[in-house]
């Protein structure tokens, strides 16, 4: 079986600041890791997504994301937050099946 | 190509009607796949189409809940005699065929509130 878990259901960073979203996974086969970014009434869009090519991956808009097999963790970082940036995040996974399993999200709130 | 498109983007029910939504995936797309995502919560997965051949179904694809995808092409999914619970908001993702880091494609949504 395969899941995610997404710690803090709510960060809020300055803007300039670091940003740093946390996504541990679960899963009995290699993974496929995904981030995608949600705005208010939308759909997903993906930022970046691992394929084990290599374990740092950089997405769109500045984000990126390190892969840690030890720490069974796939965090999405960026050096400098924006205010368009505010959105809700989402961490998934799938391994072997065809759909994913996604976290609960992380809402992103970026203060001037 | 516009992406995914799914229509209607609201619909207001009332309780015990009968809804249908429709999916129209990117063109190229053999795969197409329905989620459910709640307030506060993740999309969960629902059902998934290769062509016009329904693959793999959720448990939370109840009875009262049918998904098509008559050609190949777009997808219908229904809800009868719907009820409060389902008040969510209904995503459709479209993909190539290909190994597990293929890119799903997500549609803006159906929002669902039932009355």
């Known amino acids: 079986a395969q899941s995610v878990t997404q710690l803090g259901s709510h960060v809020s960073v300055s803007e300039g600041a670091l940003v740093l979203l946390r996504c541990n996974y679960s899963s009995s086969v290699p993974p496929y890791l995904f981030w995608y970014v949600q705005y208010p009434n939308q759909g997903l869009q993906l930022l970046l997504k691992?394929?084990?090519?290599?374990?740092l991956v950089k997405g769109i808009n500045g984000f990126e994301a390190e892969f840690k097999k030890s720490e069974t963790s796939f965090h999405l970082t960026k050096p400098s937050a924006h205010m368009s940036d505010a959105a809700e995040y989402f961490c998934a996974v799938k391994s072997g099946a065809n759909n994913l399993f996604f976290g609960t999200g992380t809402r992103l709130t970026v203060i001037p | 190509d516009t992406g995914v498109s799914q229509n209607p983007r609201h619909k207001i029910t009332k309780r015990g009607q009968n809804v249908t939504f429709r999916c129209d995936p990117i063109s190229e797309h053999n795969r197409l796949y329905w989620y459910r995502q709640t307030l506060g919560q993740g999309p969960e997965f629902l059902t998934y189409f290769q062509n016009e051949a329904q693959l793999e179904k959720s448990r939370l694809l109840s009875d009262r809940f049918s998904a098509e995808r008559p050609k190949g092409s777009f997808s219908t999914l229904e809800i009868q005699r719907t009820e409060q619970g389902d008040s969510a908001m209904y995503l459709c993702?479209?993909?190539?065929?290909?190994?597990?880091?293929?890119?799903?494609?997500f549609g803006q949504g159906t929002r669902l509130t039932v009355v």
């Open positions: 993702a479209s993909s190539n065929s290909g190994g597990p880091n293929t890119e799903a494609f």
């Open positions: 691992y394929t084990s090519a290599a374990t």
